[in-house]
């Protein structure tokens, strides 16, 4: 399974950006999608995930109501759609899968794929 994120970039306190994650082949129609994020000196953390089913998301607390993750699956894509970024928000982003039953997964060890990362940076 193979991933590549892009879309990040540099971005004003307030701005916006969507975040792109292409897989192989068919890949997202059968597995669970996430995207985490690694500051400078920090662990990589959750941000959002979505279920290989396409019907359940879910969130970090920190990033709830400001970011939306949404499965492409025809087009072998993930978005994460960032509104209302903050300087808290800059890190390096990278998009996860992982195999298995459908469910909700927030641990890097839970993934077993990753995306190569892309760096979004707020400034204010």
């Known amino acids: 399974v193979q991933l590549q994120a892009s879309g990040g970039g540099l971005v004003q306190t307030g701005g916006s950006l969507r975040l792109s994650c292409a897989t192989s082949?068919?890949?997202?129609?059968?597995?669970?999608m996430a995207w985490f994020r690694q500051a400078p000196g920090k662990e990589r953390e959750f941000v959002a995930a979505v279920t290989w089913s396409g019907t359940s998301s879910y969130y970090a607390r920190s990033v709830e109501g400001r970011f939306t993750i949404a499965a492409d699956f025809p087009r072998n894509r993930v978005f994460l759609q960032m509104n209302s970024l903050q300087s808290e928000d800059t890190a390096v982003y990278y998009c996860?899968?992982?195999?298995?039953?459908?469910?909700?997964?927030?641990?890097?060890?839970?993934?077993?794929?990753w995306g190569q990362g892309t760096q979004v940076t707020v400034s204010s």
């Open positions: 082949e068919r890949t997202s129609s059968r597995y669970n």
């Open positions: 996860a899968a992982r195999g298995g039953p459908s469910g909700f997964y927030r641990t890097v060890d839970d993934y077993a794929y």
